[in-house]
């Protein structure tokens, strides 16, 4: 089963554009505090064309010159138009972090949502390559991981490899892993699990794990009841 949504196609091109207009707006005011920024830079001193054949004059003694009301100034709008800016970019990304939990409420809502996340804990007897995820005899994902994706699992990371939407009733998932197996040759093994979808989000868990006694990795399918 693929990932459709549910929400009606003018619902979600509504939605994207809101999110992009909304985005649009906040990183042209980021833009805005940058350049009055620049403006308000002071300007480098030109450097002399010829050298001058003068001799110095005599120094004078130190003093210590009062800074100007104006240069005060400068410096407090730098400071508070930097203020601005990081203030505008920490409302980007939390502004960005909302619409996209909103966007996967529309995609998906709980009442028919259905995750299957993945985490793994071997060492000796299985290396990850890919995985295969089929929902009802049809392929809702094949994923390929990186050797950066493998690491972070074995250091205890959980992965949500697919996230989709189902009606109530009985459903079948079955997963096959691909992969090194003992001898570091091509492994290949597969699980199943009959569950029941009701009302409400559902998750099951993909989980890879070393059997000792047979000296083979393990392969399960939990569902979060």
């Not at 830079?41 to 800074?67: I, K, V």
């Not at 996340?117 to 071997?122: C, E, K, T």
């Not at 049809?138 to 493998?150: A, G, S």
């Amino acid at each position: 089963m693929s990932q459709t949504s549910l929400a009606s196609p003018p619902a979600r091109r509504t939605l994207r554009r809101a999110r992009t207009g909304v985005l649009a707006g906040l990183l042209a005011a980021a833009a805005c505090a940058v350049g009055a920024l620049a403006a308000a830079a002071p300007p480098a001193a030109p450097a002399s064309a010829t050298p001058s054949t003068t001799p110095p004059a005599t120094p004078a003694p130190l003093a210590t010159a009062p800074a100007t009301p104006a240069a005060t100034e400068g410096v407090a709008d730098t400071r508070g138009l930097d203020q601005q800016i990081q203030g505008l970019k920490k409302d980007v990304v939390d502004l960005n972090k909302d619409l996209f939990v909103l966007e996967e409420e529309l995609l998906f809502p709980a009442n028919t949502q259905v995750a299957v996340f993945l985490s793994m804990d071997v060492g000796d007897f299985f290396s990850l390559d890919s995985v295969q995820l089929k929902i009802d005899q049809k392929e809702v994902i094949n994923y390929l991981y990186t050797p950066r994706e493998v690491d972070a699992l074995l250091k205890g990371g959980v992965q949500r490899l697919y996230v989709g939407n189902l009606k109530v009733g009985p459903h079948e998932l079955v997963a096959f892993f691909n992969g090194k197996g003992p001898s570091d040759r091509a492994y290949k093994r597969g699980a199943s699990l009959r569950f029941e979808k009701g009302v409400g989000a559902k998750y099951l868990e993909l989980k890879i794990d070393d059997q000792q006694k047979k000296l083979q990795p393990e392969f399960q399918i939990k569902d979060w009841e």
